[in-house]
């Protein structure tokens, strides 16, 4: 708590003593950051509703029966080898949307928090 009442104390003193066109330069480019990855994190739920909506696994495990069912390929535990692989491409795929959606959320969390300080310094600039 300390940490983060000096730091927020510092960049403070930071934008009061910028000039007004480096304070606009840098509320904007918040913003604008800050708008991005609230559109991007939103583009990636949406694909991710839709692919767990249409069952887009389904496909994939029945492209991975029809590989291992191949003229070419005797395997005797064939069903259970293409359940074990997808659930494993699947674990794969889900770690990394994820992580990535942690990543993104976190992103936007320190932007946003960035965003109500610039806009309260802001309010402070135009009073003064």
Known sequence: RERNLKETSDNISKYMNMSDDEFIMEYTEVCSRYEHKKLILTVISIGLIISMISNIWKYFYEFLMKIFTSKSIAVVDVKNQAIVLSLIIILMI????????????KTIYVLNKKKILLNQVKDMRMSS
């Open 94 to 105: 889900s770690s990394v949307a994820l992580f990535i959606t942690y990543n993104m959320v």
